[in-house]
C-alpha cells in the first residue's frame, strides 16, 4: 500500500476524530500542538487508525507518535 | 492445633475485588474474613493457601506467616478452613471430618500428613480421603453477599473489640446522638466542629488519626480506618470506610478498602471498592432499580440474580473515575480501569485494565501508563509500588487480556457503525 495512500487515510481519520476540516492537515502538523488534541482524542485517534488500517498497534509506541506523517509512517511498517 | 485459611476455587465470584486479594482479606464490617476465622478459632493462621500469583504480595503482607508452603505442619493437627465460612459466631469442628459446602472444601480438622499441600486443589484431594459431612452453617457465596452483611457485622466487631469511649480530641460543637456507650473514637482520631455522629442505630468506630470536618453527619453502625479523611460528608448506615480514604459527599452501607477517594460530592451506595481507586466529583452509583425488582450483577459474562433489591457497583482496585461518571445498579468495574462519563449510565461491565471513552471500551493508554499513573497516585499517599505489586497487576493484564480484546474489538464495531 503506497505511503500516500496512508497518509491521506490518516489524515481523513485524523480530522474525523478531532473535527477538523482535512484540506488544513499536513503532514508536518503536531496532533497535540497544532491540531489541538487532548489526551483522550489521542486515545480515540489509535482506536481509530486500528480500526481504520485493520491493526492493533503496540499502545505505547503508538501514543509517541506526535505528528501526523510520524503516524503514517509508523502504520505503513505495521502494514508491511 | 493449627490453622490454615484458604480459598477455593470459586474466587471468581468475588470479582473485581479478588483479582488482586485472596478471598480471605476482603473486608466485612470492620474485620476481614480471615480476621473473623481467627477470631473464631483464637488464634492468627499458621499458614494461607492462595492462588499462586498473589502468593509474592501476601507472604510481603503477612511475614513470617507462610503462604502456600505447610511444610512446617507437620505431625500437627491442623483445622483448615475456607475463608467463605462466615466465622462470626461460628464453633469451629472438634471432630476430624472434612465438612463439604456443596462441592466446596468448608473446613478439615486432621492431624494426617498435610505437608505436600500446596494448594486448593491438593487440599480438596487430601479432605476427600477424609470422612464427610455437611457444612451447615453460614457461607459468603458471592461478592454482594460480603457487601450486604457488612453492616451487621460492624456491630458484632464493634462489642469483640470491646473498645468504647472518646479518647481523640471532639469539638464541644460535636453531638453523639443516641448512647455514647456505642461510640468509639481512638487516640489521635480529630472530631470538627459541628459534627454529628448517630449512635442510635448502632455502633461507631473512629480509628487512630482520622479527621471529621465540619458538618458531617455519620450514622451507625459505622467503621472509620486509621487516617480517614471524612469531609462533610453524608455517612449514611452500614458503611466500613479505611483506612487512609478521603470521603465526602454521600455514602451508604458500603465498602472502601484503604487509599481510596471519594472526595466530592455523589452518591456511593450498596458499594463495595477496592484500594487505591479514585472517583471522580459527582460519580454516583444507582443502588435500587425503579421497578424495585431484583438487581443482577454480570459475574463471569452472565447475568447473575443477587435476590436483593439494593446491590450498587464493585469496584476494582485503582479504577479511576472522570467528574460525573454514573453508573448502574449491580455494576462491575474491574482492575484498573479509567471510566470517562458519557452523561448516560455506563455499562453494567467494564473490563480490567479498559478505557471507557467516547461510550465505548477502548485499549486507552495501556498499561505502561496505567501503571505510571498508579505509581504517582501511591507516592501522593507516601507508598511506593513494590515490585511484587507491579508483577502481581501484570499478571492480571495478562489473565485478562482476551476478554478485554473482545470488548475492545466490540467497540471498534462500534465507533465504525457511528460513522
Not at chain 2, 123 to 135: E, S
Not at chain 2, 157 to 174: K, L, Y
Not at chain 2, 265 to 284: I, P, S
Not at chain 2, 352 to 377: D, E, H, I, S, Y
Request: hydrophobic share 40%.
Amino acid at each position: 500500500m503506497a505511503n500516500e495512500n496512508i497518509l491521506q487515510r490518516v489524515i481523513q481519520v485524523t480530522a474525523r476524530v478531532l473535527g477538523l476540516d482535512p484540506s488544513t492537515i499536513k503532514p508536518t502538523d503536531n496532533f497535540v500542538f497544532d491540531l489541538g488534541a487532548e489526551s483522550t482524542q489521542s486515545v480515540e485517534l489509535v482506536a481509530a487508525f486500528e480500526q481504520e488500517f485493520g491493526i492493533e498497534m503496540d499502545q505505547d509506541a503508538a501514543l509517541a507518535v506526535q505528528t501526523v506523517g510520524g503516524a503514517a509512517d509508523f502504520i505503513a511498517k505495521y502494514l508491511s | 492445633m493449627k490453622l490454615v485459611v484458604f480459598e477455593d476455587d470459586q474466587y471468581d465470584r468475588f470479582l473485581p475485588l479478588t483479582w488482586v486479594r485472596p478471598v480471605g482479606e476482603l473486608r466485612c464490617g470492620a474485620t476481614t474474613l480471615t480476621e473473623k476465622i481467627a477470631r473464631a478459632v483464637g488464634s492468627p493462621p499458621d499458614a494461607l493457601l492462595v492462588r499462586d500469583y498473589l502468593a509474592p504480595v501476601v507472604a510481603a503482607r503477612w511475614r513470617p506467616t507462610p503462604v502456600n508452603d505447610l511444610s512446617h505442619l507437620a505431625g500437627q493437627e491442623v483445622l483448615f478452613v475456607n475463608a467463605r465460612v462466615h466465622a462470626t459466631g461460628w464453633n469451629p469442628p472438634s471432630e476430624r471430618v472434612a465438612y463439604w459446602h456443596g462441592e466446596r472444601l468448608a473446613a478439615w480438622r486432621t492431624t494426617g500428613d498435610v505437608r505436600t499441600i500446596r494448594d486448593y486443589a491438593g487440599l480438596v484431594a487430601a479432605a476427600r480421603q477424609a470422612p464427610r459431612a455437611d457444612f451447615g452453617g453460614p457461607w459468603f457465596e458471592f461478592i454482594w453477599d460480603v457487601m450486604l452483611t457488612s453492616p451487621e457485622e460492624i456491630a458484632r466487631d464493634f462489642q469483640a473489640a470491646g473498645r468504647t469511649g472518646i479518647h481523640g480530641r471532639m469539638h464541644e460543637s460535636a453531638v453523639v446522638f443516641g448512647p455514647r456507650e456505642r461510640l468509639y473514637v481512638a487516640p489521635g482520631a480529630e472530631i470538627h466542629p459541628f459534627v454529628c455522629i448517630d449512635t442510635r442505630h448502632g455502633p461507631v468506630t473512629i480509628a487512630e488519626d482520622c479527621e471529621v470536618h465540619p458538618f458531617t453527619r455519620i450514622e451507625g453502625p459505622c467503621y472509620v480506618g486509621r487516617g480517614t479523611l471524612l469531609l462533610g460528608a453524608k455517612v449514611r448506615e452500614g458503611c466500613s470506610i479505611g483506612p487512609m480514604c478521603r470521603v465526602g459527599g454521600e455514602v451508604e452501607e458500603s465498602i472502601i478498602h484503604g487509599y481510596s477517594n471519594k472526595y466530592h460530592d455523589g452518591f456511593l451506595g450498596h458499594a463495595y471498592v477496592g484500594e487505591w481507586v479514585n472517583l471522580g466529583a459527582l460519580t454516583t452509583n444507582s443502588d435500587l432499580k425503579n421497578d424495585y425488582t431484583t438487581v443482577s450483577v454480570p459475574l463471569n459474562g452472565r447475568p447473575v440474580d443477587t435476590g436483593s433489591t439494593k446491590v450498587g457497583s464493585f469496584i476494582g482496585d485503582h479504577v479511576k473515575t472522570s467528574i460525573g461518571t454514573l453508573l448502574n445498579t449491580g455494576t462491575i468495574i474491574g482492575t484498573m480501569a479509567v471510566l470517562v462519563a458519557t452523561g448516560a449510565p455506563l455499562p453494567k461491565y467494564i473490563p480490567p485494565f479498559a478505557w471507557f471513552l467516547n461510550g465505548v471500551v477502548t485499549k486507552g493508554f495501556g498499561l505502561t501508563q496505567l501503571l505510571a499513573t498508579a505509581r504517582t497516585a501511591m507516592s501522593r499517599r507516601k507508598v511506593e509500588m513494590t515490585a511484587e505489586d507491579e508483577t502481581l497487576l501484570r499478571h492480571v493484564f495478562a489473565l485478562t487480556q482476551k476478554e478485554r480484546a473482545e470488548y475492545i474489538e466490540k467497540g471498534r464495531r462500534q465507533l465504525a457503525a457511528h460513522r
